[in-house]
């Protein structure tokens, strides 16, 4: 590290950008005594924002992938003008702006705020069920048209009785098991994270991936995006899923292949999606899925509720302060490999007390 906390006048340098953030987060950091906060302007302040990020000792980025310019993006090029760096917190649970394993290389913690939008994120993934197993969209448009015929022509289907299959039970996920039990259906899951007494005590029956796929009337993604989940729902998986099925998405884009998707419910294979995520946010005019009727989509706004963003601002705030008042590892770590050496470089810096 090129200068200490004692360096730097005892101040412990957060940055983050004019991204929209909860004012909780602000508030929260600014009041912790020796701990400044400065945020930058995505565009048209360049010299500046380097300037604080090379000064920095955390910085706060936004998880969402289309909200910032990829030039501020946490890679291994930004990390080499940042030496003062010692962690990097998403806003939410996701890291696609972060290259995690840059960060360990260069013994930078990563922090998330896993579970903070859980609640938010399984209410709208069973929201989209709703949406596309009761056909509540098509029958709002045909309302507004003024077009209704008969009451029969909009005829859905309940939730109970049907077999939720969860790919991924993690936070959101058993979020989500628990309202699909509480609407009467079956609950399979496959989560390679978890072993059956785990996944059992989350509220899924465990079954493998291809189980899931034959034997659920909804399959529903809560898993991360990463090398291993990148393109998992292909067109081999759509086709391996039962007829007259729905898929949901409220994981990330990227994990279901978007054209395979549109194949699969075209053909009338799939009888109807719920998609809150995309490859490109939002989607572009003319996108295949949005010419669907049996296609509910929504703008990455699952996690998006006010409850829900307040929440993580005051996770990823307290989160931040705890770590450079105490030095403890903090809870929500997404690196665990770099903890003492991270610490040893928040040691040697000045920004801890040495244990």
Request: aromatic letters at 6%.
């Amino acid at each position: 590290m090129s200068q200490s906390g004692t360096e730097l006048g005892g101040q412990r340098q957060v940055v983050r950008f004019d991204y929209w953030l909860d004012p909780a987060f602000n508030r929260i950091v600014s009041e912790r005594p020796g701990v400044r906060l400065h945020t930058c302007q995505r565009e048209g302040a360049d010299d500046e924002a380097w300037a604080r990020l090379s000064q920095a000792h955390v910085y706060q980025i936004t998880a969402a992938k289309d909200e910032l310019p990829r030039r501020w993006f946490v890679t291994a090029e930004l990390l080499a003008r940042c030496p003062n760096l010692v962690a990097v917190s998403s806003s939410g649970s996701g890291c696609d702006t972060i290259d995690i394993d840059a960060c360990t290389a260069a013994g930078v913690v990563v922090m998330n705020q896993a579970g903070g939008n859980a609640d938010s994120v399984a209410e709208m993934a069973v929201g989209l069920m709703l949406s596309v197993m009761r056909r509540i969209p098509e029958s709002d448009r045909h309302m507004k048209a003024h077009s209704t015929g008969s009451r029969e022509d909009l005829m859905g289907h309940e939730l109970r009785g049907r077999t939720l299959g969860l790919v991924g039970v993690g936070h959101a996920g058993s979020r989500t098991a628990a309202l699909g039990r509480a609407f009467g259906m079956r609950v399979i899951g496959f989560d390679p994270f978890l072993d059956g007494s785990e996944m059992r005590e989350r509220g899924a029956e465990p079954v493998s991936f291809n189980q899931l796929l034959r034997s659920a009337d909804i399959v529903s993604l809560h898993c991360p995006r990463d090398a291993s989940t990148l393109g998992i729902m292909n067109a081999e998986a759509f086709a391996a899923m039962r007829p007259g099925s729905i898929f949901i998405s409220t994981a990330r884009g990227g994990i279901h292949d978007e054209m395979a998707l549109y194949r699969a419910l075209s053909s009338g294979h799939l009888a109807g999606a719920g998609l809150d995520v995309w490859d490109e946010e939002p989607p572009p005019p003319g996108h295949p899925l949005l010419s669907l009727g049996n296609v509910v989509a929504t703008f990455h706004t699952a996690g998006v509720t006010h409850d829900a963003r307040r929440r993580n601002a005051t996770l990823a705030a307290t989160q931040i302060v705890e770590l450079l008042a105490t030095g403890e590892r903090p809870e929500r770590l997404v690196n665990p490999e770099v903890w003492p050496r991270a610490k040893q470089r928040m040691e040697t810096a000045s920004l801890i007390a040495a244990s």
